[in-house]
């Protein structure tokens, strides 16, 4: 039996399919706010609203009058159930295995990679933003791409001597070109903020299903691929409050979307896009930003799974709750450190921390970074730039 596949091409494979996949994709975070652990409802700027908050777009200084982020990048793995490792136990064991002799070794290995899965998002963002007294626009380019990898493998796999069991890369990107308008209206407590972000989106689905010991990263090209375009909805609002706080919310993809995956070696699954509901509370100052958004409904994504093993709809369900802070100057640096957790339980927490410098506060360069553990880690990185 001819071993086709090791540890370093499956990493190879699954963030090279997250980044092919989609040729224009962006993630759905900037680079501050991926350090300060995902927040933005109330504390995006004007340029990044279209990210995060529609409404916020009409936040800025009545001295702006342009603003550019060009690109956002942005990469983030996490394998949870160590598959990688797994898989790579196995392929060493299939590869000195003597059928049917060595069956309960192979079967062994089997049993270790059952049930593993592993995730990748990447993808990059541009943003052009013209504020106003009265309305602000954003124009925008933004994306991602989100692979699933998992071991699909079946009990009692080696009762005909054959190994049956599959390893499976399911992959989507949903790239979106929109325009953000937002108008600001003046209370006596402060300034409340409107935003809506039509936008038209392209749908891209993947899925490479094989046995394992077909499974084959050269040939990712032979996978089943499909495209589904259709238009899209994000609405979002922010008010001022006494004392530096704000509060604020946002629905994004008002209009549900699906889009079947096609079938591969009787592999296959739909992705979803639901409205998703997230509030948020914050409270700044000159030097300091503390914020807090969270998840008012579940995010679904990939749905009714066709696999040898059943996996479950609801395996990569997320509802997040994000917390960040961000201290320094903004015409200098600034320092930020966020944590973020997920109430359905199928992400875990996740730490972040990040850099911003900003000279002038005219040019600007964010790092962010995160980090749960060893198998668990993102990278985002930007430019942006404020006349």
């Not at 990278?379 to 006349?387: E, G, H, K």
Request: net charge negative; charged share 20%.
């Amino acid at each position: 039996m001819k071993t086709q596949l090791s540890q370093s091409l499956l990493l190879s494979l699954s963030l090279g399919i997250a980044v092919t996949s989609c040729q224009l994709s962006a993630t759905e975070f900037d680079a501050r706010s991926y350090a300060m652990g995902g927040v933005g409802v109330t504390t995006a700027d004007y340029v990044t609203a279209s990210f995060h908050n529609p409404a916020m777009a009409a936040k800025h200084d009545v001295r702006d009058d342009f603003g550019l982020l060009a690109p956002v990048l942005g990469i983030q793995f996490d394998d949870p159930d160590e598959l990688f490792n797994d898989a790579s136990n196995l392929y060493d064991v299939i590869a000195n295995a003597n059928l049917p002799a060595d069956a309960l070794i192979v079967d062994a290995a089997l049993t270790q990679l059952a049930g593993d899965k592993a995730y990748s998002e990447a993808g990059f963002g541009l943003v052009a933003s013209v504020p106003t007294r009265y309305y602000s626009t954003n124009v925008f380019i933004k994306g991602y791409a989100d692979a699933f990898l998992f071991a699909d493998v079946l009990d009692n796999d080696l009762a005909d001597t054959d190994v049956d069991s599959k390893m499976s890369v399911y992959a989507i990107s949903v790239v979106e070109f929109g325009m953000t308008f937002a108008r600001k209206f003046d209370t006596r407590y402060g300034g409340m903020h409107f935003g809506i972000s039509p936008k038209y989106n392209i749908i891209s689905t993947y899925n490479y299903s094989q046995t394992i010991d077909n499974f084959d990263p050269d040939k990712y090209k032979d996978g089943a691929s499909s495209d589904k375009k259709g238009f899209n909805l994000d609405l979002g609002m922010e008010v001022g409050l006494l004392y530096g706080l704000s509060a604020g919310a946002v629905v994004k993809n008002l209009i549900p979307q699906e889009v079947d995956l096609k079938p591969m070696n009787g592999s296959s699954a739909s992705y979803n896009l639901h409205p998703v509901v997230t509030t948020g509370l914050s409270w700044s100052s000159d030097y300091a930003t503390l914020a807090m958004d969270i998840d008012i409904n579940k995010t679904q994504r990939y749905e009714d799974v066709v696999s040898l093993s059943g996996v479950n709809d609801d395996f990569d369900d997320t509802q997040m709750l994000k917390i960040g802070a961000e201290f320094g100057l903004q015409s200098a640096m600034q320092l930020r450190a966020g944590y973020t957790n997920d109430l359905q339980g199928n992400k875990g927490q996740v730490f972040t921390a990040g850099i911003g410098l900003s000279p002038f506060n005219v040019f600007h360069l964010d790092l962010g970074a995160s980090y749960g553990g060893s198998n668990k880690f993102g990278l985002v990185a930007q430019t942006m730039l404020w006349f």
